[in-house]
């Protein structure tokens, strides 16, 4: 129903930048809530940030004031600017995109809220 389509990772150095893209290539229902997680291996996928149609945000502790995420809705993308990346910001980052709506711009944070997963793009920061 939902394709996304991730670009934009990469190696990058420590105090670098990346922006990451997500398009909706194809889809046959509506969207709402948008958003980034992020997966190491053997560990669970983890909430970065999210945004609803409204243009709500919420970010995790570890990213605040580093990653800003944001959507144009005329071209059904989300995007995440990266800055001053650590380390420990590798992980493969995977796009979620949610069919439900909510009132109050409210968008969840919760992975399991998401139907819709891109294949993931690999972000990798080195000292």
């Known amino acids: 129903q939902v394709q996304l389509v991730e670009s934009g990772g990469g190696p990058v150095q420590a105090g670098g930048s990346l922006r990451l893209s997500c398009v909706i290539s194809?889809?046959?229902?509506?969207?709402?809530?948008m958003g980034w997680y992020r997966q190491v291996p053997g560990k669970e996928r983890d909430f970065v940030a999210v945004?609803?149609?409204?243009?709500?945000?919420k970010y995790a502790e570890s990213v605040k004031g580093r990653f800003t995420i944001s959507r144009d809705n005329a071209k059904d993308a989300v995007y995440l600017q990266m800055n001053n990346l650590k380390p420990d910001d590798t992980a493969v980052y995977y796009c979620?995109?949610?069919?439900?709506?909510?009132?109050?711009?409210?968008?969840?944070?919760?992975?399991?809220?998401?139907?819709?997963w891109g294949q993931g793009t690999q972000v990798t920061v080195s000292l």
């Open positions: 979620a995109a949610d069919k439900h709506y909510y009132s109050g711009g409210y968008v969840p944070t919760g992975r399991q809220n998401y139907e819709y």
């Open positions: 194809r889809r046959t229902v509506s969207i709402y809530g």
């Open positions: 945004i609803s149609s409204a243009g709500t945000t």
